[in-house]
């Protein structure tokens, strides 16, 4: 009977193990899905940050979800200038990249549940792959900015914004620049053209997946213009067109656009002062011949106004609580005897992020990382007001018949680090590898 519940549990932990909404890469970050916050349908939290992150109204300051100045100018110098990306862009990148939600499709509108993870390794909202490919903490566990990246809405959309400037100031020792023709303006939203491409990839014919406007899979140019109503394949355009065109075509959701149109301009490659630049003979690093002037018409997006009372939710006062700091399980009996729950709470406010590591090899923490709600979120299922992690030992790894462990519970926005003694009682002794005997 000891024998077949363990070889049960076993099974149950196994599939545990490899569970997961969305294929993943083998070396992503987080082992098991992070669990995230799903804001309302109409998206007015997600717009309201993304125009926050754009003018570095969200964590200013911060070394790492902090914008960095934007460089001007073209190959003859470049000098650092305002913390600023356009609002616009930023809302259609998100668009593309995910459909600005933070969670797994499953997941419905103001709940919790598993994060939104491509099969590379991008997390959430913005797709956020760079840095979170392998674990980077220490004892190869993930650092505090990778679970705020997985888990928080306000800092996914906050890196995403960063990585985009990062593009952006990578010209020209890495990337083209765009507007030789009035200093490379960064409020000129045409002169973003190189930098969208990049945040994708900036690849060509040959790669996996291309982004060479010229590339001839695409057709020739000018092709129809992508929009954002989801009748149109998008293997057909590259990345930087889907963004822009997407810019010009905001979906909507009951009834209201989510942005205000914006028909940024792209490089006409019937003409020669851009044809001539984007040939793809031009196509190799550090890509000093694909320079362009400004694509025409030019647009200059305007300065988002603020709205305090949905920005609080992505900054929020979050406060680290903790339901037990002791746990007591049993693996002699039946499978469910050998799992517990801890719960994480955040009397504060906005979303406290959490990630839960085991010391002992024989516990397993599933979700590995998440969110607790704060009272001014809305919930309407799976949130309550606590985020429930479960405990459970793996009883082929035990080597006593009792033992004591420790799970170690971290809050990178809500202070401190509170620890779990788990205490178990097995009453077997272990012979024979993957064998156990009753007492």
């Known amino acids: 009977m000891l024998l077949a519940a363990l070889s049960l ?75 600023r990306i356009p609002t616009t862009l930023l809302k259609s990148i998100a668009w593309i ?4 939600t933070m969670a797994h499709r499953n997941v419905t509108f103001e709940a919790t549940g598993p994060g939104l993870v491509s099969f590379d390794c991008g997390h ?62 960064p409020t000129i939203v045409e002169n973003w053209y190189f930098a969208t491409w990049a945040y994708n990839g900036f690849t060509g014919p040959g790669a996996n997946v291309s982004n060479h406007p010229l590339d001839p899979s695409f057709g020739a140019f000018p092709r129809p213009t992508f929009n954002c109503e989801g009748n149109q394949s998008r293997a057909r355009y590259p990345y930087q067109e889907l963004v822009f065109g997407c810019m010009a075509t905001p979906p909507s959701r009951n009834g209201v656009q989510l942005w205000s149109p ?43 106004a603020l709205r305090p009372e949905l920005l609080q939710r992505g900054r929020g006062a979050p406060t680290l609580g903790l339901s037990t700091e002791r746990l007591t399980l049993s693996a002699k009996g039946r499978p469910e005897d050998a799992r517990g729950t801890l719960r994480v709470q955040n009397p504060g406010t906005g979303l406290l992020v959490w990630s839960a ?25 799976d949130c309550g007001s606590a985020s429930t992690i479960t405990v459970t030992v793996n009883p082929t790894l035990l080597s006593n018949a009792s033992a004591v462990g420790t799970i ?28 156990s005997r009753g007492d």
Not at 271 to 278: C, D, I, K, N, S
Not at 408 to 435: H, I, K, Y
């Open 9 to 83: 549990l076993a099974v149950l932990l196994a599939a545990a193990t490899v569970a997961s909404p969305t294929p993943r890469a083998q070396a992503c970050a987080f082992l098991r899905t992070p669990y995230v916050y799903e804001a309302e349908q109409s998206r007015a939290t997600y717009l309201a940050t993304i125009d926050a992150a754009s003018i570095n109204q969200l964590y200013p300051g911060n070394p790492f979800f902090g914008l960095p100045a934007i460089e001007t100018g073209g190959r003859a110098g470049r000098t650092a200038g305002a913390p």
């Open 97 to 100: 990249e995910s459909t600005i």
């Open 124 to 185: 959430g909202i913005m797709q956020v792959t760079t840095g979170m490919t392998v674990p980077l903490g220490s004892n190869d566990r993930a650092s505090a900015n990778q679970s705020l990246v997985a888990t928080h809405f306000g800092y996914n959309i906050a890196r995403g914004a960063v990585i985009l400037a990062e593009k952006w100031n990578e010209a020209p020792e890495r990337r083209p620049v765009a507007g030789t023709d009035n200093g490379a303006d």
């Open 262 to 304: 914006l028909a940024a301009s792209l490089p006409n490659t019937t003409l020669p002062q851009w044809f001539g630049p984007l040939q793809l003979a031009n196509f190799a690093a550090p890509y000093s011949g694909m320079d362009i002037p400004t694509p025409q018409p030019a647009h200059v997006d305007a300065v988002p």
């Open 357 to 381: 590591v085991a010391d002992d090899k024989w516990l397993v923490v599933d979700p590995p990382a998440g969110v607790a709600l704060g009272s001014d979120l809305p919930c309407r299922q």
């Open 408 to 435: 170690r519970l971290t809050s990178p926005n809500g202070g401190g680090e509170r620890t779990v003694r788990v205490e178990v009682d097995a009453s077997f002794e272990v012979g024979a590898p993957g064998v």
